[in-house]
Structure formats: structure tokens, C-alpha cells
Nanobody, 124 residues
Framework: QVRLVESGGGLVQAGDSLRLSCAAS????????MGWFRQAPGKEREFVAT????????YYADSVKGRFTISRDNAKKTVYLQMNSLQPEDTAVYYC?????????????????WGQGTQVTVSS
């Protein structure tokens, strides 16, 4: 069993930055691919970014490419999402997810574990 706990969300102004963290429990964190997703009110959960077990492969949604950076520290069992140049349309609850098979995925299917989410609100 893996438990994921997100932190770092908050209320910021357009153009500001935030760094989200996702702390994981479990001894096999370093084997997992990790992903960040977000869900805005009235919308479906959407892919944001994903990273493979070593951090050597990353993928991003087009909407965040060039502004967001996903990274991980396997020694700390933590994955991060650095978000720069935030815009009001980035407002959502952000979730991290773990894929025990280790495959980087851009869909929600296949991720075995999910955190509870952290709210990010960007004012204009």
C-alpha cells in the first residue's frame, strides 16, 4: 500500500510561482512512475505531467509545457511540481498519482494510488 500526501497549494496571483510536493510512503517508491493531474470545478480530471522512476523521462500537457517542471527525489520519496507563470486557468485541485508498474502514462487509467489533492487558486 502506498499513501500519497500533497502539499504546497495556495492562493497566488497571475504570474506567480508555486511548488507542489507529494510525499509517498512505501518502500518501493523508487520503482513507481509518478504523475500530476488536476481537476477544475465542473471539469474532468486532466493530465498535467508525469515522470519515470529515475526522473530521466518526463512528459507534460501542452497547456503547461515550458511553465511547469516535474521532478522527484527518490531518497526523500517525494515528487515535485514546480509551477511558474501561473494563470487563472491553472486554478484546480492538483493530485499526484503513483503507477506501480512504472510506466509513464498521460491518462488516469493505470495509476494505482492517488493523493487527496491540494487546491491551487490563481487570481487575475
Amino acid at each position: 500500500q502506498v499513501r500519497l500526501v500533497e502539499s504546497g497549494g495556495g492562493l497566488v496571483q497571475a504570474g506567480d510561482s508555486l511548488r507542489l510536493s507529494c510525499a509517498a510512503s512505501g518502500r518501493t517508491f523508487s520503482n513507481y512512475a509518478m504523475g500530476w493531474f488536476r481537476q477544475a470545478p465542473g471539469k474532468e480530471r486532466e493530465f498535467v505531467a508525469t515522470i519515470n522512476w529515475s526522473g530521466g523521462s518526463t512528459y507534460y500537457a501542452d497547456s503547461v509545457k515550458g511553465r511547469f517542471t516535474i521532478s522527484r527525489d527518490n531518497a526523500k520519496k517525494t515528487v515535485y511540481l514546480q509551477m511558474n507563470s501561473l494563470q487563472p486557468e491553472d486554478t484546480a485541485v492538483y493530485y499526484c498519482a503513483a503507477d506501480s508498474v512504472g510506466i509513464v502514462r498521460t491518462g488516469t487509467e493505470g495509476y494505482d494510488y492517488w493523493g487527496q489533492g491540494t487546491q491551487v487558486t490563481v487570481s487575475s
